[in-house]
């Protein structure tokens, strides 16, 4: 019978040290439109945070072309683009534009990039992603000097708009 109140004690005890324990931060996404670069595409650029820590972040980015998969309904005329073009994702379409950028010299597959920039972003705050891009000093090849193995000279303008989105789920 000791034993029973003694440990229904202990359990009284500690009662107050599961109330104080503090909750789990709440989990907010933001996602903005951007334009990483130039004018002929746009990304949608996602951000999950939990707290002020971004913990996911995804990039994909879209434009007008053809002999690539088309988002969907792009096969009924959606979007109204001249014959045999298509509105498409890069990233469904990575192996074929990777290809092209080949042609282009580049090194790095296009997803494979996304996927390095995004890396880059998580596990810092919103502060700690800001002041990285401000270290940059608007240097884009400092950017992509920044990440290991992304090669994409536009990394800067990728790091700017997961940077909006992160403060979009803010």
């Known amino acids: 019978m000791k034993k029973i109140i003694s440990l229904l004690l202990v359990l009284c005890m500690m009662l107050p040290v599961f109330a104080m324990a503090e909750a789990p931060a709440e989990i907010k996404l933001g996602q903005v439109q951007w334009a990483a670069h130039g004018t002929k595409c746009f990304a949608v650029m996602t951000v999950v945070l939990q707290g002020d820590v971004i913990i996911a972040a995804h990039i994909d980015e879209y434009q007008v072309g053809a002999g690539m998969v088309g988002v969907p309904n792009s096969e009924n005329g959606f979007g109204g683009f001249a014959d045999g073009k298509v509105l498409y ?48 000093n608007g240097d884009a090849q400092a950017a992509v000097d920044a990440i290991t193995g992304a090669t994409l000279v536009d990394t800067l303008g990728y790091l700017q708009g997961l940077l909006a989105a992160a403060k979009a789920a803010q």
Do not use: H, P, W
């Not at 580049?106 to 390095?116: F, G, I, Q, R």
């Open 89 to 136: 994702s890069k990233r469904v379409n990575a192996e074929a534009y990777s290809a092209n950028m080949t042609k282009a010299g580049s090194t790095v597959a296009l997803d494979v990039n996304y996927d390095l920039i995004q890396a880059f972003c998580v596990g810092k705050t919103v502060a700690e992603l800001e002041a990285a891009i401000a270290g940059f």
